[in-house]
Every structure is written in structure tokens, then in C-alpha cells.
């Protein structure tokens, strides 16, 4: 038995010890293999490391050895981690029921404990009170005895010894009565005296009464109110008698009775004088009371007897008796009246003398608790026996204090204990939710790998598609089509560009989700970006009849350093969303108006402007107040997260951009959704206007990595105000930053060919004027202001600087014919300006100026752009070159002079995307080569090649453009025996359609040059080449 034990015990330990090492173990495992094996989700990852080594070998190894584990030790420390868990559990569970019937238990130890104390403490207090009780009952008793006793003694002195006697009935019944005091238990005292046979008949003459019988007194006890005295029947012939000759008031009926004539005073006298001692009869009804009673009889002696006379001897020297008369039940009574718990306790008094058959002396048969004290009681006379019982009224009363304490006990230790349980148990729900948790995070993070990497599959499977329908739609329109077939193809293009858009919105809202939206940060020109979004939106506005304008205030910088394609994109989703939701009002007119500022400039005059009217809009209809919209930013407070924005050494800039419309405004109902992706304010809304309803989701995320923020005021029928603010840097030539960064967007505006030119701007609304002189001063034109044509007038006429150019709006134009026809007239009497009408519509102009018979002037159709302005004056003025615009003729013209003759390389494994590439390069002179794979792609640019550029697809079989790039690259370094490789360096730009993985930094990372999307934008790829390309 003993090695049974011993090997048990050992398989126990070892038990023990193994499953810390399992978990030791695997949390090296974990560790070591998760940083080599866990990121090589992809094939590049893992053609990337396979190279690498390490103490456990190469890569395959390392495969070889996590299979191995897997299959022989993973599993098992996996088993004995969860058999130790649940079994873990188990016993808990068990110890916790253990300690809950332990604490039972000794709760109700404790109970039994205090209940046992508390009934010992009853039962101790139950013999205090009934001892204290007979011991007072006694004591008083031995006085009145000792009393009675000396009285014996007074009358053997008084009466016996002196001749004639000195004691007399008068005389012993006022003695007595007086000392009754010091006998508090008697009733009443008397004297009986001795009286032979033969001196009865002198004895009766010399007291004059004869002696009567006691025993029919007995037979027939009689009230007070009847006793008579003559009545009783003399005694019968005896050889002695004890008539009784004194006796107090209170029983002085008994004079003259016979007390030996009774047969229980008859006992208690002889054995009185055979003792010598107090003796007590057995108790009877008292003559005349009828209450229970004793009498107490001392015998009275001649001559004092030696403590060792015979009981012959007593007889013989016996003169009489003295006899005290005890009402028990009164004497009792009053005795517990002078206790103050007499109330709670029963006292009962028995004579006990025959314990077969006890005579109760005082009490009654009231039940009371179970429990009883019996104290002796020592009346003086040995023969008698008698006993006090006592037992409380009232039943024990119920435990509480041994309740309140158990149960307290009890409650308070299985709290404790279902504290520590619930502990226990909850830091074992903990571990499970842990243990779920990184197990849903595992899964939620291959979720969002495998999301990101299907979203970048299916943009890129859905984008090279359309790369080549949209680029072969590019090639057919430089092809010779007639009217009808540019118009289709226009709208095939449009279509595909729409469902691109489509995409790469969804897309954004999928890098929102996964937090992989990220910001670029160059040098940017913020108006030249709004040319561009009016351009987009241009041809919607018109056909709808509503005015687009914009406005950006002379303080905010010509460069700013930030994301400029994110920032058009929030600009393009809000005016799009303007210019969708707008429907023609009742005059089929309206606007739409951008506009923005420095924040500091906003604040400082935000307590003097007064609100906006709607003579002070752009439109002349009433908008939502601006105000409104930024209630609550943190931008406008001191303590918001810019501090102090009026800083003049801070390079931040912090813009405020608000976009202002006069259409039906949004329901109230569905402004606290506006800004949830996926929501439209009406179902209707998405299926007239088109749309996903993520475009102000991302728009505010947006805002949101900008640093800023946004917010909406719209009031049904009224319109809609968005505004947000954003933080750039200043990218001035100037700044420290601007300084270091290349610009993009940079305007090409002819403003040195206006320089000094002044201008006229006839215009009846302020707002309106103020936009068409800021795109006017952006071409270094001065403007003047003035609200009609006689105002104009009168400033041509008689200014002091000569007017070239009037701008005239329509509405004052179309107001009347007659002032137009004068205005006209008299301009031409002094050196005639150029007169242009600013419109929004050209169909509703003709037909007014052709009834008004006025020359026709040129026609500006609105939005204002300064670059469009800058063309508008020179074909009119005939000066500086026509050609000079930011329209694609700019792009195509230079990427012409760049790359004609150059010899470009184009790798793709896509043929559609091939020869669209080859087809765009091919159209601006350039010679192409086209390639399918990765490999070709090295074999190819391996020095020394005829190639000036390669133009690399990213996504390929076999060898990605990454891998393609990075050998190529290896190749021109080992190639280049001085060190210096830019002789053999070839400029490589990547072309995806992956918007997800293609972006510029990965791009540099790997070793290209540059990047462009599918399918090419001229001004994209013409910045690109030009950094390598000198013009030709």
C-alpha cells in the first residue's frame, strides 16, 4: 500500500508540474512563432522572408517545426490547461457548498449554545428570586418564634412565679397588642394553662366559665359574625386540661377553650412540652377566618429545666402553653407584595411532612413554565417538613439574542464567503470573456484582413474593367465621330466615371471602418481647387437655373500644406449634396454659395455682424443663419484644442468653410441622422437624385483627422448651411514648411498681362459683387463697385481713372431697355470700355438682349472661374496667348513637348489595360513597349536597356511590381561600379487600380519614382513625367 502511494502521489506532482510547462512553453511558442509565421499572410510576405534565417533554420524549417508542435505538444498543453480549469472550477464549487454547510453548522452550535446559556441564566434567576423568598420567609418566622418564646418566658415570670399573678386577660391583650409589631407573621397569640382533673372545679369557679371542647369547633367551624362563645360544649372529664386564660384581641373567641381537646393542638401540645422546643401543627382552617393557618406552641416551665431533662421531667414541671396563631396565605401575601417581582414568579408553600401526601399552605394551580425551584424551609421544628416551589408566570420567551446572533453569524460569514465566491467566479467568467474575447479579436482581425484584402481585390477587379472601358471610350473620342456619337460616348463616360466614384466612396467608408484612412500632407493651392469643383458642377447648376459662386477671404494664404484631394472631396460630397437636394422654388431660382475664412477672422466679427437678411444674400432669397451652424464648436473657445488661434508665430492655419444653399432644406425628423453612413433623408431621395448616403459620413470623418469640425443648420423651404472648420499648415514660400514642399494645384493665371487694368462691376447685390471682384483681383485687376447703370455711368464719365472693362449683371441689364440703350450711348462718347453681361443661363439672355435691339455684348456665364475670366479677356481684349488656360489643353500640349520620342516601357498582365496605356502614351508621342509580367519587366531594364521610363502595374502573378521594382533596383546598384547609380537609375511609375494598397509612400518604399492611378488624368501624369522629362 505504502508504493501504491508513493506512485500515486509522484503521478500527482508531475501532473502539477507538467501543466505549467505546457503553458510556459506555449507561451514561448506563441511568441517565437507568431512574429515569423503569423504575418506571412500573403504570397510577397512570404516570398519576402523566406530568405531570412534564424537559430531554428530557414523559414521551411520553422514550418516544419510549428506542424510538429502543433501535432504533438500543442493540443495536449491545450487539454491539460482546460481539464485543469474545469476541474479547477469543480472543486471550487464544492468548497464553496462545503463552507456554507461548515458555517451551518457552527451557526447553529452557536444557536443551541446561547439557548442552553439563556435558559441556565432563567433557571439561575428563578432560584435567586424563590431562595431569596423562603430565606425571607424564615427569617421573619424566627423572629415572631423567637417573640413567642420570650413571651413564654415573661408570663412563667410574671404569672407562675409572683402571687397574685401580675398578668391578666386586660393587661396581656394590650401587651400584645402593642409588641405586634416585632411579630409580623403572627395573627394572634394565647395562653393555655395546665389544669389538672382534680383542680378543674375550682379553677372554673375561680374564672368564672367553664372549659369548653375544641373538637366540635372543628367538626362545625363557624364565620365570625356567628361564633358564640355559649354555644360550645364543655369538655368531656379528662385527667388534664389546657384552657386557654390570655389571649390577644384578635382570638380572643378562643378563651376558655380546651386545647387538649383537639386532636391536632392536643398533638402539637404534648410533643411542645416532651421537646421543649416551638412546634408547629399541620395546617388547618382557622376558627372564624376559615383560612389555612399553624399554630407555633412553646411549653411554659416551672423552673428553668436543664438542657438535658427527660421528657418526664418536662411534663412534670409543665405550667401551660403559649401558642401563636400563623395565617399563612396572608402572611405570605404580604410577603411578596414588599418584592417587586412578585408579579413574574409563582410561589406555592407545602407542608411537606408526609411527602406522599404534601399540604399546600399558600398558592394555586395556575400553570406556569416548566420549569421550577424547590427551597426548604426551617420553621424551627424538626418534625415538620415544609418547601416554597416557585416557577416563572410566563413561558420562556424566544431566543432572539441566540437568533439575532446565529443568524447574524450565518449571514455575515456566507456573505464573506459568496464575496470571495463571486470573486472568484467572476475572475473565472473573466478569463472565459478574455479567452472569447481574443478569440472573436482573432477573428475579427483575419475579418478585417480578409475585408481589406477582398475590398482591394474587388476594387481592383472592378477598376481595371472599367480602367479599360473608360480608356478605349478616351481613344474612340480623339477618333472622327459625328455629333450624335461624341454625345454617347460622353455619357458612357460619364456613367464610368459615376460607378468609379461609386467605388471609391465605398471603399473610403471601408478604411473609415478599419481605421487605414490616412492624409497626405503637400504644398496645395486651396482656389485653385475650388475652380475645379465649380468646373465639375458647372453644367448641373445652369440646368437647374441656380447660381454657384465662391469665396475665399484675402487673409487665409495662397498655399496651404494638407491633403488636397481629401479636401476637394469633402467640398465635392457637400456642394453635390447642395445641389441634389435643390429644387426650383417658385421664381426657378436660387443658390449655391462657398465660402471661406480664418477662423480668428470669423470670431472677431461674430459679435458686431448683424444677422443676414435677405437683401444680403447671394441670390437675394433668405438662407438658414450661418451662425447657427457652428453652435458649440470648440474652435470659437479659448479653451478649445488650438489655444489661441491669433498666434501671429503659429504655422497653423485653421480654416472655416461653409457651404450655403437655398433648397428644400432638410425634414427635422431626419437631421439627427444626417451624418450615419448607408442613411438617406428619404428613400425617395436615392432613388431620383442617385447617391449611397456615405458622402457626409465620410465628409465629417474627414473633417474629423483635419482636426475640425462640422455641423448643419437647415430649415425646411428655407435651405441648408454646412459648415466645418479644418487645420492646415501654411505652405507660403515664406514658412518654414512651404518652403521644403513642392506645389500642386499651382494656378496659371495670366494676371500679369491685367496688371493696372481697371474694372467696373455694376451689380445691385453687395454679396454678389464681392465674389466677382475676388476672382477679378485674382487677375491683379482693380475693381470698382456700383449698384446701377446711372451710377456706372457717372464713374466712366467722370472718374478719375480710365475704365476698361464693365461687368454688368444681367438683372441690371434686362431691368430696362431704355437705360441699358443710354448707358451704352454714352459710354461710347469717351474711350468705350469692353461691356461683358455676367449670366447665369445663355438661352435666357439672347432672348432678352435681342428685344432690347441693344449691340450684344459678351456673354460670361456663370460660376465665375479666374482662369476661365483670364480667356474670356483676352479673346475679347486680343491680348497675351489664347492658348494659356488650365484646361486639358495645358497638360496635353506640355506632355506632348515631353514625351515625344521618349522610348517608355508598360507591364501589365492585363491586355485591355495594356493598350490603353500604350494608346495614352502613343497619342502624346511617345514610343511603348508592352510587357506582361514582373519577370519580363527585370529582364527588360537589366542594364544596360534602351528604356527612359517603365511604367509597372502593382498587382501581378508571379512577381508582383514591388518585387519587380526592388530587383530592378538590385541590378542598377551592382551594375554601378562607382557608387553612383543615377546614370543607370530608370524612372519607375506604378499604375494600379488597387486604391487600397497603391499609395504614394508604399510606392517610394519599394523603390519607384511615382505613382498615377487608372485610367491616366493628363494633369496627373503631366506632374509626374515632368520630374524626370525635360521638354523636348
Known amino acids: 500500500m505504502s508504493l501504491l502511494h508513493v506512485v500515486g502521489f509522484g503521478l500527482k506532482v508531475g501532473h502539477l508540474l507538467w501543466v505549467p510547462c505546457c503553458l510556459i512553453v506555449s507561451f514561448i511558442y506563441l511568441n517565437w512563432f507568431n512574429c515569423n509565421l503569423g504575418i506571412n499572410h500573403n504570397h510577397n510576405c512570404s516570398n519576402n522572408n523566406k530568405w531570412k534565417m534564424g537559430f531554428l533554420g530557414d523559414y521551411d524549417g520553422k514550418v516544419w517545426l510549428n506542424n510538429w508542435?502543433?501535432?504533438?505538444?500543442?493540443?495536449?498543453?491545450?487539454?491539460?490547461?482546460?481539464?485543469?480549469?474545469?476541474?479547477?472550477?469543480?472543486?471550487?464549487?464544492?468548497?464553496?457548498?462545503?463552507?456554507?454547510v461548515f458555517w451551518i453548522v457552527i451557526s447553529s452550535s452557536r444557536f443551541l449554545h446561547m439557548s442552553s446559556e439563556a435558559t441556565e441564566k432563567r433557571k439561575e434567576s428563578l432560584v435567586s428570586l424563590c431562595d431569596e423568598r423562603a430565606r425571607m420567609l424564615q427569617d421573619q418566622f424566627n423572629v415572631s418564634m423567637n417573640h413567642i418564646q420570650a413571651m413564654s418566658i415573661?408570663?412563667?415570670?410574671?404569672?407562675?412565679?409572683?402571687?397574685?399573678?401580675?398578668?391578666?386577660?386586660?393587661?396581656?391583650?394590650?401587651?400584645?397588642?402593642?409588641?405586634?409589631?416585632?411579630?409580623?407573621?403572627?395573627?394572634?397569640?394565647?395562653?393555655?394553662?395546665?389544669?389538672?382533673?382534680?383542680?378543674?372545679?375550682?379553677?372554673?369557679?375561680?374564672?368564672?366559665?367553664?372549659?369548653?371542647?375544641?373538637?366540635?369547633?372543628?367538626?362545625?367551624?363557624?364565620?365570625?359574625?356567628?361564633?358564640?362563645?355559649?354555644?360550645?360544649?364543655?369538655?368531656?372529664?379528662?385527667?388534664?386540661?389546657?384552657?386557654?386564660?390570655?389571649?390577644?384581641?384578635?382570638?380572643?373567641?378562643?378563651?376558655?377553650?380546651?386545647?387538649?381537646?383537639?386532636?391536632?393542638?392536643?398533638?402539637?401540645v404534648l410533643r411542645a412540652r416532651e421537646s421543649g422546643k416551638g412546634v408547629l401543627t399541620a395546617p388547618f382552617r382557622l376558627l372564624k377566618t376559615n383560612r389555612l393557618g399553624v399554630i407555633l406552641t412553646f411549653a411554659v416551665y416551672k423552673k428553668e429545666l436543664p438542657s438535658n431533662a427527660t421528657p418526664d421531667e418536662r411534663i412534670q414541671a409543665t405550667d401551660g402553653y403559649l401558642g401563636g396563631v400563623?395565617?399563612?396565605?396572608?402572611?405570605?401575601?404580604?410577603?411578596?407584595?414588599?418584592?417587586?417581582?412578585?408579579?413574574?414568579?409563582?410561589?406555592?408553600?407545602?407542608?411537606?411532612?408526609?411527602?406522599?401526601?404534601?399540604?399546600?399552605?399558600?398558592?394555586?394551580?395556575?400553570?406556569?413554565?416548566?420549569?421550577?425551584?424547590?427551597?426548604?424551609?426551617?420553621?424551627?421544628?424538626?418534625?415538620?417538613?415544609?418547601?416554597?416551589?416557585?416557577?416563572?408566570?410566563?413561558?420562556?420567551?424566544?431566543?432572539?439574542?441566540?437568533?439575532?446572533?446565529?443568524?447574524?453569524?450565518?449571514?455575515?460569514?456566507?456573505?464573506?464567503?459568496?464575496?470571495?465566491?463571486?470573486?472568484?467566479?467572476?475572475?473565472?467568467?473573466?478569463?472565459?470573456?478574455?479567452?472569447?474575447?481574443?478569440?472573436?479579436?482573432?477573428?475579427?482581425?483575419?475579418?478585417?484582413?480578409?475585408?481589406?484584402?477582398?475590398?482591394?481585390?474587388?476594387?481592383?477587379?472592378?477598376?481595371?474593367?472599367?480602367?479599360?472601358?473608360?480608356?478605349?471610350?478616351?481613344?474612340?473620342?480623339?477618333?472622327?465621330?459625328?455629333?450624335?456619337?461624341?454625345?454617347?460616348?460622353?455619357?458612357?463616360?460619364?456613367?464610368?466615371?459615376?460607378?468609379?466614384?461609386?467605388?471609391?466612396?465605398?471603399?473610403?467608408?471601408?478604411?473609415?471602418?478599419?481605421?487605414?484612412?490616412?492624409?497626405?500632407?503637400?504644398?496645395?493651392?486651396?482656389?485653385?481647387?475650388?475652380?475645379?469643383?465649380?468646373?465639375?458642377?458647372?453644367?448641373?447648376?445652369?440646368?437647374?437655373?441656380?447660381?454657384?459662386?465662391?469665396?475665399?477671404?484675402?487673409?487665409?494664404?495662397?498655399?496651404?500644406?494638407?491633403?488636397?484631394?481629401?479636401f476637394r472631396q469633402i467640398i465635392t460630397n457637400l456642394m453635390g449634396n447642395s445641389i441634389k437636394l435643390f429644387v426650383w422654388q417658385f421664381t426657378e431660382k436660387g443658390h449655391i454659395f462657398v465660402t471661406i475664412h480664418l477662423v480668428e477672422e470669423v470670431v472677431h466679427s461674430i459679435e458686431v455682424e448683424p444677422?443676414?437678411?435677405?437683401?444680403?444674400?447671394?441670390?437675394?432669397?433668405?438662407?438658414?443663419?450661418?451662425?447657427?451652424?457652428?453652435?458649440?464648436?470648440?474652435?470659437?473657445?479659448?479653451?478649445?484644442?488650438?489655444?489661441?488661434?491669433?498666434?501671429?508665430?503659429?504655422?497653423?492655419?485653421?480654416?472655416?468653410?461653409?457651404?450655403?444653399?437655398?433648397?428644400?432644406?432638410?425634414?427635422?425628423?431626419?437631421?439627427?441622422?444626417?451624418?450615419?453612413?448607408?442613411?438617406?433623408?428619404?428613400?425617395?431621395?436615392?432613388?431620383?437624385?442617385?447617391?449611397?448616403?456615405?458622402?457626409?459620413?465620410?465628409?465629417?470623418?474627414?473633417?474629423?483627422?483635419?482636426?475640425?469640425?462640422?455641423?448643419?443648420?437647415?430649415?425646411?423651404?428655407?435651405?441648408?448651411?454646412?459648415?466645418?472648420?479644418?487645420?492646415?499648415?501654411?505652405?507660403?514660400?515664406?514658412?518654414?514648411?512651404?518652403?521644403?514642399?513642392?506645389?500642386?494645384?499651382?494656378?496659371?493665371?495670366?494676371?500679369?498681362?491685367?496688371h493696372g487694368t481697371n474694372a467696373l462691376v455694376i451689380d445691385p447685390r453687395p454679396i454678389r459683387a464681392k465674389v466677382s471682384r475676388y476672382h477679378l483681383q485674382r487677375l491683379d485687376i482693380r475693381v470698382e463697385l456700383v449698384s446701377d447703370l446711372d451710377q456706372g455711368l457717372s464713374l466712366i464719365t467722370n472718374g478719375n481713372s480710365p475704365i476698361s472693362i464693365v461687368f454688368i449683371e444681367q438683372e441690371v441689364w434686362d431691368r430696362d431697355s431704355s437705360i441699358s440703350s443710354h448707358f451704352v450711348n454714352n459710354t461710347r462718347k469717351v474711350d468705350p470700355p469692353k461691356l461683358f453681361i455676367l449670366v447665369n443661363s445663355n438661352s435666357s439672355f439672347r432672348a432678352s438682349s435681342v428685344n432690347s435691339g441693344d449691340p450684344f455684348p459678351v456673354v460670361i456665364t456663370k460660376p465665375l472661374k479666374a482662369s476661365m475670366l483670364a480667356v474670356t479677356l483676352q479673346r475679347a481684349m486680343g491680348v497675351g496667348n489664347r492658348g494659356n488656360t488650365r484646361n486639358v489643353e495645358l497638360p496635353s500640349l506640355s506632355l506632348h513637348h515631353l514625351l515625344r520620342g521618349r522610348r517608355i516601357l508598360v507591364v501589365d498582365d492585363n491586355s485591355v489595360n495594356r493598350t490603353v496605356a500604350a494608346g495614352a502614351l502613343k497619342k502624346y508621342g511617345a514610343d511603348v513597349v508592352c510587357i506582361s509580367s514582373g519577370k519580363d519587366a527585370v529582364a527588360k531594364l537589366n542594364p544596360p536597356h534602351q528604356f527612359d521610363a517603365c511604367f509597372m502595374d502593382i498587382q501581378m502573378p508571379e512577381m508582383d511590381g514591388f518585387e519587380a521594382t526592388r530587383r530592378?533596383?538590385?541590378?542598377?546598384?551592382?551594375?554601378?561600379?562607382?557608387?553612383?547609380?543615377?546614370?543607370?537609375?530608370?524612372?519607375?511609375?506604378?499604375?494600379?487600380?488597387?486604391?487600397?494598397?497603391?499609395?504614394?509612400?508604399?510606392?517610394?518604399?519599394?523603390?519607384?519614382?511615382?505613382?498615377?492611378?487608372?485610367?491616366?488624368?493628363?494633369?496627373?501624369?503631366?506632374?509626374?513625367?515632368?520630374?524626370?522629362?525635360?521638354?523636348?
Open 69 to 100: 508542435w502543433e501535432k504533438n505538444l500543442g493540443n495536449t498543453c491545450k487539454q491539460y490547461y482546460y481539464k485543469y480549469k474545469m476541474l479547477r472550477r469543480s472543486w471550487w464549487r464544492k468548497l464553496w457548498h462545503a463552507y456554507v
Open 154 to 268: 415573661l408570663i412563667s415570670t410574671f404569672h407562675h412565679a409572683m402571687d397574685p399573678s401580675a398578668i391578666d386577660q386586660k393587661t396581656f391583650a394590650r401587651y400584645t397588642e402593642r409588641t405586634a409589631f416585632e411579630r409580623p407573621l403572627t395573627s394572634g397569640v394565647a395562653y393555655a394553662v395546665r389544669v389538672l382533673h382534680s383542680e378543674r372545679e375550682q379553677f372554673e369557679k375561680q374564672q368564672g366559665w367553664t372549659i369548653k371542647r375544641m373538637d366540635t369547633l372543628e367538626q362545625n367551624p363557624v364565620q365570625e359574625d356567628d361564633f358564640a362563645l355559649e354555644a360550645l360544649e364543655p369538655s368531656p372529664i379528662q385527667e388534664e386540661y389546657a384552657p386557654v386564660i390570655f389571649a390577644q384581641e384578635t382570638i380572643k373567641h378562643v378563651i376558655s377553650v380546651d386545647v387538649l381537646s383537639g386532636k391536632e393542638d392536643q398533638e402539637n
Open 326 to 566: 400563623f395565617d399563612i396565605e396572608s402572611l405570605v401575601e404580604k410577603l411578596l407584595q414588599q418584592l417587586a417581582s412578585k408579579q413574574s414568579v409563582i410561589v406555592n408553600v407545602y407542608d411537606t411532612t408526609n411527602h406522599t401526601d404534601p399540604i399546600a399552605m399558600y398558592g394555586s394551580d395556575v400553570l406556569g413554565d416548566e420549569f421550577y425551584h424547590v427551597s426548604t424551609l426551617n420553621f424551627g421544628d424538626p418534625f415538620r417538613k415544609h418547601e416554597m416551589h416557585c416557577r416563572f408566570k410566563q413561558k420562556p420567551p424566544w431566543p432572539w439574542e441566540a437568533i439575532h446572533s446565529s443568524v447574524g453569524m450565518l449571514v455575515i460569514a456566507v456573505l464573506i464567503g459568496y464575496i470571495l465566491y463571486a470573486t472568484v467566479n467572476r475572475m473565472f467568467i473573466s478569463e472565459d470573456n478574455y479567452n472569447e474575447q481574443m478569440e472573436l479579436k482573432k477573428r475579427a482581425q483575419a475579418a478585417d484582413v480578409a475585408k481589406s484584402q477582398f475590398l482591394a481585390t474587388v476594387s481592383h477587379e472592378i477598376r481595371t474593367p472599367m480602367n479599360g472601358v473608360l480608356g478605349m471610350l478616351n481613344m474612340l473620342m480623339d477618333t472622327d465621330l459625328d455629333v450624335t456619337q461624341q454625345e454617347y460616348v460622353r455619357t458612357a463616360q460619364g456613367s464610368g466615371k459615376a460607378l468609379v466614384s461609386l467605388i471609391n466612396e465605398v471603399l473610403d467608408q471601408a478604411k473609415i471602418d478599419s481605421g487605414k484612412l490616412e492624409l497626405e500632407a503637400v504644398v496645395f493651392d486651396l482656389r485653385a481647387i475650388l475652380d475645379d469643383v465649380l468646373l465639375l458642377f458647372s453644367e448641373k447648376s445652369q440646368g437647374k437655373g441656380v447660381e454657384l459662386a465662391v469665396y475665399v477671404s484675402d487673409e487665409v494664404p495662397e498655399q496651404l500644406i494638407g491633403d488636397p484631394g481629401r
Open 611 to 754: 444677422q443676414s437678411t435677405s437683401k444680403d444674400t447671394l441670390s437675394g432669397y433668405p438662407v438658414a443663419d450661418i451662425r447657427r451652424s457652428w453652435e458649440g464648436f470648440k474652435a470659437f473657445s479659448q479653451e478649445g484644442p488650438l489655444g489661441s488661434f491669433s498666434s501671429p508665430s503659429s504655422e497653423l492655419v485653421n480654416l472655416i468653410v461653409s457651404v450655403e444653399d437655398t433648397g428644400v432644406g432638410i425634414p427635422l425628423e431626419a437631421q439627427s441622422r444626417i451624418f450615419t453612413p448607408f442613411m438617406q433623408v428619404d428613400p425617395s431621395i436615392s432613388r431620383k437624385h442617385g447617391g449611397t448616403g456615405i458622402g457626409l459620413s465620410i465628409s465629417k470623418c474627414l473633417v474629423g483627422r483635419m482636426n475640425g469640425e462640422i455641423g448643419f443648420v437647415s430649415i425646411p423651404n428655407i435651405g441648408s448651411t454646412f459648415t466645418f472648420t479644418a487645420v492646415f499648415t501654411n505652405g507660403s514660400p515664406n514658412s518654414k514648411e512651404g518652403r521644403s514642399q513642392p506645389i500642386n494645384n499651382q494656378p496659371h493665371l495670366a494676371s500679369s498681362e491685367f
Open 968 to 1032: 530592378i533596383r538590385e541590378l542598377e546598384a551592382s551594375m554601378d561600379g562607382d557608387g553612383n547609380n543615377s546614370k543607370l537609375h530608370v524612372p519607375i511609375l506604378a499604375m494600379t487600380a488597387d486604391v487600397m494598397q497603391a499609395t504614394n509612400e508604399e510606392c517610394l518604399k519599394t523603390g519607384m519614382d511615382g505613382y498615377v492611378s487608372k485610367p491616366f488624368e493628363a494633369e496627373q501624369l503631366y506632374r509626374e513625367v515632368s520630374r524626370f522629362f525635360p521638354p523636348s
